[in-house]
């Protein structure tokens, strides 16, 4: 800064000194206000503010394996939370106290509610005349083509009834309202899941999108039937703090219970013996291949149980090793005084059975002898 003698000021920038006899200077004039920004608002201070948690929504799924990457018998576990607390931790005790970690879930489930009732329909082929309306808190959800369907798109776990899940498909989303989803074009009772089908599926019933948002839990095969607690909230959190969810859950490995047979048929020998027939399903996720004779047996031995039913009375329970049973003449003399004849009905119900759970879904039909 330099003052002159008529009282004037202006800026110089030193470019040059040198001292000897005298001190030698030199210097640009500049105006630094050409290069500098003009003024702006004032800033406020960012001051950090505390996120309030809220318990997290759970919902727990024991279903059938949905695919080669699931390893039964575990059940799934789906945690929605607003805000996210971004991980969550699954903690585990036979009592209410002494909590193990049990799992970690980093990722937040999508979680809905049946805006409407959801009919029964039709198993195996399109059902075209139902529709899902779910209410989706966040997220959105968007049609798929039918090989996106087939290879495992837009799948949804309805719960029909407390603890009962039906596994089904959609193609067709649509928007309708902020948040609300219509859904068409379905596949019901999918993966063994059509004994699950409500009739119908309540309003306000929940609603889980299976994608890779649904977590595992680490049961093991010893561990079915035995009932645990769950603790469920974030992992900054301590379990005691409020925004733990605590639910109970017993695992019935879903995943290992065999599928309900299909095609149930009676047939009337010369000999007055009936002999039963049904077709075997696979819960295998490699059953679904269209170049095998034969779907994988992973129940091995293979047995089945057959009731032989008058009404809700079970008059006779036949034991067999293949997908046939022979209702002897003797039997059925016992059972209704006289062998049944060609032409009349038969109510019978077919379970494959399980080494490890015993009795699988059954299937309970009214057949025809011919």
């Not at 969550?88 to 193990?100: H, K, M, N, Q, Y």
């Not at 009919?119 to 529709?131: I, S, Y």
Request: glycine letters at 8%.
């Amino acid at each position: 800064m330099v003052i002159f003698t008529d009282g004037t000021t202006t800026e110089l920038r030193l470019t040059r000194i040198a001292d000897g006899l005298a001190r030698r200077i030199e210097a640009i004039r500049q105006d630094r206000e050409v290069y500098d920004l003009p003024p702006g608002a004032q800033r406020t201070a960012a001051v950090a503010r505390s996120v309030p948690l809220g318990a997290p929504q759970v919902a727990i799924l024991d279903l059938p394996q949905l695919t080669s990457a699931h390893s039964p018998p575990r059940p799934l576990i789906a945690v929605d939370a607003d805000p996210w607390p971004g991980t969550v931790a699954v903690l585990r005790s036979p009592e209410t106290s002494g909590w193990a970690s049990f799992a970690t879930i980093n990722r937040r489930a999508r979680i809905g509610a049946l805006a409407a009732d959801l009919p029964a329909g039709p198993v195996w082929h399109w059902d075209r005349g139902a529709v899902l309306e779910i209410d989706l808190p966040w997220g959105q959800l968007e049609s798929v083509t039918e090989l996106q369907l087939f290879a495992g798109g837009n799948a949804f776990a309805v719960e029909s009834a407390p603890g009962t899940w039906e596994i089904l498909q959609a193609r067709d989303a649509m928007l309708v309202a902020p948040g609300r989803y219509r859904l068409t074009t379905l596949l019901r009772g999918q993966r063994g899941t059509e004994h699950a089908i409500g009739n119908p599926a309540p309003a306000g019933a929940r609603v889980v999108v299976l994608d890779g948002a649904v977590t595992e839990l680490p049961f093991t095969v010893g561990e079915i039937g035995l009932p645990w607690n769950l603790a469920v909230g974030p992992a900054t959190r301590p379990v005691s703090d409020t925004t733990y969810t605590i639910l109970s859950v017993t695992p019935v490995g879903a995943s290992l219970r065999p599928f309900a047979p299909v095609h149930l048929a009676a047939r009337a020998e010369a000999s007055g013996d009936i002999t039963l027939t049904w077709t075997r399903r696979s819960r295998d996720p490699a059953a679904d291949s269209w170049e095998a004779a034969e779907v994988p047996l992973l129940d091995q031995p293979e047995a089945w149980e057959i009731d032989i039913l008058h009404g809700a009375t079970v008059k006779r329970t036949l034991a067999a090793g293949t997908a046939s049973v022979t209702y002897s003449t003797a039997d059925q003399v016992a059972d209704w005084g006289a062998a049944r004849a060609r032409g009349t009905a038969l109510t019978i119900r077919v379970a494959q059975l399980s080494p490890s759970l015993g009795r699988g879904t059954p299937t309970e039909d009214i057949v025809t002898i011919i």
